[in-house]
């Protein structure tokens, strides 16, 4: 939200949010005043304001109207369960956002700094390929926050680059997670 303000958005409920993997309807996102409507949706709400779906099977919106100005995925692409299905999920966003929308990711830091396939450097390859560009980005001790807009669309060629075919680091202890396209 201060990300937001800081571009100069103000809290006049001008933006529309789709906020996957919601667990609250009185979080940050829903109170600040710069987004309305902001649809809600999780794996398994049961909680009244939040709709049970999966992103992945949510229906592709018919035109511009149905489109958000704001995509957040807040420590949700770290819990899809494969490569594959992880860089689906990055393809998907395109569909949902406005051109020139926000897309909002957060990750275990782990996921970027300790892992034998991914790197800052490289997830923003790999978003900038898709059509993004990053525009803000910070560490905390544990996570990953980074503000991404789509300025274009995807590529078309260059899908090679981001298979599991390079180690950027190879040292014990380091994790697995990766991205694919």
Known sequence: VQ???????????????????SLSTENRISTCGLFEPVIRID?????PGIQKQDFMQRPLPKDEGEKFDFVSCSLVLNFVPTPIQRGQ????????????GYLFVVLPLPCINHS???SKNHFTQLMEFLGYSMVK???SKKLCYMLLRRTSSKNQEGYDK?????KFHDKPGFNNFCIML
Do not use: P, V
């Not at 999920?89 to 051109?99: G, K, Q, S």
């Open 3 to 21: 990300w937001l303000q800081e571009l100069g958005h103000r809290s006049d409920g001008s933006l529309s949010a789709l906020e996957i993997g």
């Open 137 to 139: 980005y910070h560490e």
């Open 162 to 166: 981001f298979t599991k075919k390079h």
């Open 89 to 100: 999920m990055c393809m998907r966003f395109e569909h949902f956002l406005r051109e020139n």
């Open 116 to 118: 034998r396939y991914m």
């Open 43 to 47: 794996l398994e709400s049961s909680q």
